[in-house]
């Protein structure tokens, strides 16, 4: 399966952004679909993931209450509504899919890795 995500952008804190993962490839409604970001000078970190068959999702502690991840199989896209952001949100978006996986928070559980978007939000 090939990922291409997208949706990025510069905003300002408070305002929402919606990303994009869209999948081509094999059947992508078999796939759990995890949203990683790289902060400059950081490592990556797992920030919400949701299962093969959306029955499951995990978010990062950091946004719980902020993001929300949804999937709409018949578009093969996964969505990443992310609310109230702040400066700390900024990083490149990468997501990543996990065949009939559960959606954790483990990078190695994921297989296929889109190229990434880049938010910032600016104070």
């Known amino acids: 399966v090939q990922l291409q995500a997208s949706g990025g952008g510069l905003v300002q804190a408070g305002d929402s952004l919606r990303l994009s993962c869209a999948a081509s490839?094999?059947?992508?409604?078999?796939?759990?679909v995890g949203w990683f970001r790289q902060a400059p000078g950081k490592e990556r970190e797992f920030v919400v993931g949701i299962s093969w068959n959306g029955g499951k999702t995990y978010y990062a502690d950091s946004v719980k209450g902020r993001f929300t991840i949804s999937r709409d199989n018949v578009k093969n896209t996964v969505y990443l509504q992310m609310n109230s952001l702040k400066p700390e949100d900024t990083a490149v978006y990468y997501c990543?899919?996990?065949?009939?996986?559960?959606?954790?928070?483990?990078?190695?559980?994921?297989?296929?890795w889109g190229q990434g978007t880049l938010v910032t939000v600016s104070s």
């Open positions: 990543a899919a996990d065949y009939y996986g559960g959606g954790g928070a483990g990078e190695s559980l994921y297989d296929y």
């Open positions: 490839g094999r059947a992508f409604s078999s796939y759990a």
